[in-house]
Each structure stands twice: as structure tokens, then as C-alpha cells.
């Protein structure tokens, strides 16, 4: 029988006593079978649920390990690629063609490089050219919660709280 069954079943039978269908001395027994049965049932769920847990987080590692060794190849191709750069430099050499490869060495487009992020912001809000600004408003959430607690009214802002089930 599934969780929900149980559940069903429960409940079918509270409305069987409140009818008056239910003799009185199989109400006990009959409580305490559903509830057995109810508790064995959301034992076994639970041990289901860690078990998840406990595979999604297996996962996890592999993941982060999987991820640590990705940026070490590409760290170690980074180097190699500088090296190879800076040897080619070295002899002069601006292309190489092989039959697997075709090495190139090119300019860049230009880029921007600013030297001091609030200087020149600053600059540009002196002369009216904040379009070149990007902003971003970002809520602090702990802050606001904590004028919301101490009673200060926030248009479009709230408190919410929500049950949850835990499992040790």
C-alpha cells in the first residue's frame, strides 16, 4: 500500500467512525494497524530520501573533482600555449602550417583598458555621460528582513515562513 493510500484510507475510516459505521472496539485496533503501517511507510521514505541525498551528493564530489581537473588541463594548456608563443616570438617565426595544425600569430581588435574604475566613473557623471555607466541594484535581503522585523514598512516587501520537514 503507497503513502497516499494509507493517508486515504485514514481518512475514509475517521469519516466511517463519525458516521457511526465503525463498532467501538475495532476502532483502537484499526487506528493502530494505519498508524503501524503509515509510520513504516514514512520510515522507509525517509530512508529513501537520504539515500538520495546521500547519492546526490557522491555526485557532487565527483562534479567538483571532475571540475578541479578540467582547470588544471586548462591551466596546463594556458602555460603551454604562452610557451609556445613566446617561442615563436623568439625565432621570429609569425605562422607555422602542418598537416594537423596551422599556427598563427595575429593582433588583437583593440580593448579598453581602464586603469581606475571610480575615477573614471567619476569623470563621466561630472560631464553628464552616465549612460556609459552600467548600474546594478542588487536588494540587500538581510538587511531589509531586519527593518520588516522592526516594524518598518516596505511596499512589496514581506515576511514568509514555511514548514518544512526534516530528516536526521
Known sequence: MKLYEIGEEYRAFLAAVEAGDIPEDAITDTLEALDGAFEDKADNTACVIKELLSEAEA??????????????????????????????????KA?????????TIKKTPAACVIEDDAELVKYLQERDMDYLVKYEATPKKSEIKKLVQDGTEIPGVSLQTEERLYIK
Open 95 to 103: 605562422g607555422l602550417e602542418s598537416a594537423r595544425n596551422k599556427l
Open 59 to 92: 555526485i557532487k564530489a565527483e562534479v567538483d573533482a571532475l571540475n578541479e581537473r578540467a582547470k588544471t588541463k586548462k591551466a596546463h594548456a594556458d602555460k603551454l600555449h604562452r610557451y609556445l608563443f613566446a617561442q615563436m616570438k623568439a625565432m621570429g
